[in-house]
């Protein structure tokens, strides 16, 4: 890897106006991924670098009462470090997860979101809990969605010149909340993938679900999910395995091979059959 | 590029090639002659510096991201109070470390110690689990970081109210 | 030329003025003829060194194998060398070698250990006792197990390389293996000098689970082609993603066994085969095959024995021992069939062990046999095998019911280690060791067999002091360099040491004898005496139990271990602390090859090879059992790796309700990108 070029701003504007002159420059956050994975870049040659990490308002958590709004270079030991009451359990149990204490210590929230050359273990956790982003371009911005940011091919698509600058996620509580690595080995491995699911019930009957599984790309099926709001716990079998074949079918959509489409069914009817318990 | 950033308490300016691994640059300039350089991707922790006061993994670290901050080694860290706590908990263990892992191991301790007042034994393992090697008693190198380990005001509190 | 400062113990701290710095050119494709190799323009100070630039011989000899120092004109594996880029500058080698370009006409080689034809034997060894076939008739139930491990790496704590440079008229070597004197020829061989122009110091070796037998040879010769190219010292260090993928590993391993059964459960015989891929190159073949055919039946030496083992070629890089050659593998096996059997005969798995290990020697005349009844009691009761096992039966019963809870194993296995080193070329000698008292009564050893690390030596000087009533600050270890120490062949994992110990005891005690008689100075040599082929070794071996508990993950259903237990005997204890925290070192890499340590021979680097992490390695509890009918120090290096795979398979076994299927378990499903 060759860097040509680094930027280092003090804020915002100073990181808008770099874009502006180098839109091609690689916003460095933690940069854990990249230098790990050189098929991050994505692109050979020299390169221009964009350090975030001077910039104060990306390293800061700004909690409220009903959701928190995490700086895009918070580090995801700081994440996994906050209460339990301060973080949407998905998350955090996404955060605790990744790399060693040591990895965690550089590697941010905004850096694993917007990993290039596949999903990071992060984005199933927040699309559980239904991300809201700010991106900010020198063009202005705006919010969005995490599901705004996923393309057609399931894989997060970041516009040129344009940064995730905070990540704003709910504090609801979930009755059940489980988070796995998993996939054909460890990250950076090319099969690396993590499966995050979360539900709450009330009185026996399943009142959220969400599941959702990243390998090459993000599965996920809301249409499932909504099918199964509503029903008595426990699951009953048809369900279960209708909900499988629906994730396996959205999987297949996506391109994924057949290792991932059974792992993230299997990952999947596990889940909905521990409902029980909840 | 030149690298302006200060190593074990010392200013420093070092030329680098802005992508050049900050364990790369510790070596070659005789800064942190102690690093071990081994898997290159964070995994195995043996490049473990304190940044800016946190244990990272110095393979993983550019140059250009290291301008302006301070690197604690473990040269920088022999000189310390911690370090011969953390040299006692260690022996106390019977935790026999090669030369490829120990500065990394050490460094992890000595910032547990350091932080003990925050950093309880679960939180003090994962900090220690950053190091990968296999050259020595895995459990002896658990309790010497659970040993330097402290209580942490919350854990502490929610003893109390039992 | 000036030396290098010091003595360094790692290879990256070898640092004399002018070092330059070396990396290889591999090929691309796995077996083929090379069609060109297209470097980029070198500068001045720079080489490109092929096979044409060796001045001796271009192939490291090993036993019947000539493995080529550098391919010219064909390769055989992906990543085998093809040349050699040095220069003054590390980076700009790197890029070099980046930038090189090898076009090689690709073959698509048949691979893996499925139908082989004649062409990919490299060996083969058989054994019939003639029992077998008549037990075949006479069973009354056969346990028939298909088994498979995969590579795994060593691991060791520095990867491959070596430093050269030259001292007047001599090639000083700097090179991290078990075997100095086979790098000193080797490299007096590929530079066409004689050996005692060459000079192999070794650098720190740590727990190398016999991953640094031969290859270091190999790297030494590309270091010292290097530095005589240049005429400057070089260093050669391969990354750790080199490492892993283009050195030895565990050699991949199939078996198909059978257990013949009498009407009482009892073993009546063994029809095993074997099959180990040893890659492209196989320097180690006939003591590979060796120690799995010794190995086949494992304890259960009452059994009659059928054994036929091959050794493969393949299209991986040359592939090998582990923690001591293949009898690992091979107890596996035996272990594995042990327990169906044991579940054949409705029996519990330490009754049906107690029952058959060593039944063809009496009770009374065997201490080995005691000794193990006594290792499998102790581990069963401290891992409370007997209630676990039992519980976790009646939970697998409920696997089916929806909401069952996650399955539960407890798994049993033993194990040996022969203290005897194993001959892997007829050419090298016995360990030997020379004690020599001073006039001052100062003490120095000289051992043929390098200690894995200070621990070791420590507990030398401590004996001999303890012995001869010195101060272990007057007795001194001689370094291990080729000029220094007597010569010998490799120090083998593990039993290498145990060996050593003994004969340093035994010539510690030819000086008491003498002390008093004789002037000093006095000097007592003492080296290893083969044992009659008779002696199969077991009576005088170090032994094991161990018990492995595990948990299934509710959603993944990957295990999650939750407890080791071993016990083990090794002869005297010099230091239980030292042994033990061996052992626990050993069984925590032990249960990590059964889970994620997959090398993907395909691709994959270091970072995503799943050696385990401190916060993921079970409980660890270890016990001794010294014997008075063993007095003296045995090895204990392989004895984690002869029994926590197939206790933890075992567990597995009862936790799923079928045959594990191959360790390492890496993720199962996922194997495309592995061969």
Known sequence: MRIDDVAGPASLQEAMAYLKRRPDAVPWAGGTLIAADAAELGRNGAVAALDLHRIPELRHLFPSDRYLEVGACVSLNQLAALPDRRVAAPLKAAAAAVGSCAIRNMATLGGNLAAKARPMSTLPALSCVDAVLELRSPAGGRWLSVHGLVGPDGRVALPQATLVTRIRVGLQSWDSVEFRLCGGGPYPHPDAAAFCACARASTGTLGELRVAYAARALVRSREAETELVGRRLPLPRRDIDAFGAALARRARELGQGEAAVAECTRLARAYLNKLSEV | MTIDLIVNGEDMKIRAEPAERLAEVLRRSRAAPSLTIDCGGGFCGKCLVLLDGKPVASCLVPAFRARGSEVVSYEGFMSTQEAAQVEAALTAAGARLCPFCKPAYSLALGFIAENRARIGEDEALAIVSSVRCTCSDPSAVVEAARALAGEPGDQRASRAHR | ?675
């Open chain 3, 1 to 675: 030329m000036s030396p290098p400062r010091g003595r360094p113990e790692r290879l990256d701290d070898f640092d004399a003025p002018g070092t330059a710095y070396a990396a290889v050119v591999r090929s691309p494709a796995r077996r083929g003829d090379v069609r060109a190799v297209i470097s980029p323009h070198l500068p001045r100070d720079y080489r490109f060194i092929t096979a044409d630039d060796i001045p001796g011989s271009r192939v490291l000899k090993f036993g019947a194998e000539d493995i080529p120092i550098l391919a010219a004109g064909r390769v055989a594996y992906r990543g085998e060398p093809i040349g050699l880029i040095a220069g003054p500058d590390r980076r700009r080698v790197e890029e070099a070698v980046a930038l090189t370009r090898v076009e090689v006409d690709e073959e698509d080689p048949p691979d893996g250990l499925g139908p082989f034809d004649s062409s990919r034997l490299i060996d083969s060894l058989s054994f019939d006792d003639g029992g077998t076939e008549a037990a075949e008739g006479q069973a009354a139930a056969t346990v028939k197990l298909e088994l498979a491990l995969g590579a795994v790496d060593h691991y060791y704590p520095e990867p491959q390389g070596a430093a050269a440079y030259y001292d007047y008229d001599k090639l000083v070597v700097l090179s991290s293996t078990q075997w100095p004197f086979h790098v000193r020829e080797s490299v007096a061989a590929a530079l066409g000098v004689r050996d005692d122009e060459v000079v192999v110091r070794p650098s720190y070796l740590g727990p190398h689970l016999d991953g640094k037998l031969w290859y270091p040879s190999f790297v030494a010769c590309h270091a010292a082609l290097c530095a005589r190219a240049l005429g400057r010292p070089v260093l050669l260090r391969l990354s750790r993603d080199e490492d892993l993928l283009y050195t030895p590993k565990r050699a991949p391993f199939e078996a198909s066994y059978r257990l013949h059964l009498d009407a009482e459960g009892r073993a009546l015989a063994v029809d095993a085969r074997m099959a180990f891929d040893l890659g492209a190159y196989a320097p180690l073949a006939p003591a590979i095959l060796k120690s799995a055919l010794d190995a086949a039946r494992g304890a259960y030496t009452g059994a009659a024995l059928r054994c036929k083992v091959w050794a493969v070629r393949s299209a991986n890089p040359p592939m090998g021992a582990y923690a001591g050659l293949a009898g690992s593998s091979a107890l596996f096996a035996a272990e594995r069939a042990a327990d169906s059997a044991a579940r054949a005969a409705g029996v519990g798995a330490p009754l049906w062990r107690l029952d058959n290990a060593l039944a063809d020697r009496p009770r009374r005349r065997s201490k080995a046999k005691a000794r193990l009844a006594r290792l499998i009691e102790a581990a069963c009761a401290d891992a409370d095998y007997a209630r676990k096992r039992a519980a976790y039966e009646l939970l697998s019963k409920r696997r089916a019911e929806p909401g069952a809870p996650p399955g539960f194993g407890i798994g049993l296995a033993v194990g040996y280690q022969l203290n005897r080193p194993p001959r892997l070329s007829a050419a090298h000698g016995n360990p030997s060791v020379e004690l020599t008292m001073g006039k001052d009564s100062s003490i120095l050893i000289r051992s043929s067999v390098a200690p894995m690390d200070e621990g070791a030596l420590e507990l030398w000087r401590a004996q001999a002091a303890l012995t001869l009533d010195a101060d272990p600050a007057d007795v001194t270890i001689a370094p291990m360099g080729t000029d220094e120490a007597p010569e010998g062949g490799p120090s083998t994992f593990s039993s290498g040491i145990g060996i050593a110990t003994r004969l340093i005891l035994d010539a510690c005690e030819g000086i008491r004898e003498r002390r008093f008689r004789e002037a000093l100075p006095i000097t007592v040599k003492k080296s290893y005496r083969p044992r009659p082929k008779s002696d199969d070794g077991l009576e005088d071996a170090s032994w094991a139990a161990a018990v492995v508990e595990l948990s299934l993950d509710e959603l993944e259903g990957s295990p999650r271990v939750r407890g080791v237990w071993m016990a083990a005997s090794a002869g005297k204890l010099l230091s239980e602390a030292h042994a033990r925290a061996g052992l626990r070192r050993d069984a925590a890499r032990a249960v990590s090859t059964c889970l994620r340590e997959r090398v993907g021979l395909a691709g994959g680097t270091a970072a995503s090879y799943g050696l385990l992490r401190l916060d993921e390695l079970p409980p660890t509890a270890i016990r001794f059992i010294e014997d008075d009918g063993l007095r003296s120090p045995g090895g204990l290096g392989e004895l984690a790796f002869c029994c926590i795979p197939a206790a933890f398979a075992n567990a597995l076994a009862q936790a799923e309700g079928k045959p594990p299927g191959a360790l390492p378990l890496g993720r199962r499903g996922w194997d495309e990108h592995d061969h």
